[in-house]
């Protein structure tokens, strides 16, 4: 198991940015796959981004995609997404989340972080 804690929401204007952070405890941050997801009132949580063990493979959710950049720093066990150019739809609670690569789900998420974009 491995412990999330998420960091760096708030509020911001539309076209600006802002970066979440995730800070992993535990066992083997490196063992895992990790992904922020979000959640807005009323939606479903849905899948933002993703990268894998080792930095070098990354996936977006097509409406992200060219705006939002997630990394890690092993060193530090955290997860990074930048978010740049946000619009008002990208408010919602932000959840860092990981999973063993040999895993299908992921089983181990943080408590979230609320992001609201003013228009």
């Known amino acids: ?9 708030g509020l911001v204007q539309a076209g600006g940015s802002l970066r979440l952070s995730c800070a992993a ?4 941050f490196s063992n895992y796959v990790m992904g922020w997801f979000r959640q807005a009132p009323g939606k479903e949580r849905e899948f933002v981004a993703l990268i894998s063990r080792s930095g070098s493979s990354t996936f977006y ?14 060193a530090k066990n955290t997860v990074y997404l930048q ?6 739809e990208d408010s919602a609670v932000y959840y860092c ?23």
Request: charged share 20%; hydrophobic share 30%.
């Open 25 to 28: 405890s535990g066992r083997s």
């Open 61 to 74: 959710a097509d409406s992200v995609k060219g705006r939002f950049t997630i990394s890690r720093d092993s």
């Open 1 to 9: 198991q491995v412990q999330l804690v998420e960091s760096g929401g």
């Open 97 to 119: 989340a990981a999973r063993l690569v040999s895993a299908s789900n992921y089983n181990n998420w943080g408590q979230g972080t609320q992001v609201t974009v003013s228009s």
């Open 83 to 88: 978010m740049d150019t946000l619009k008002p």
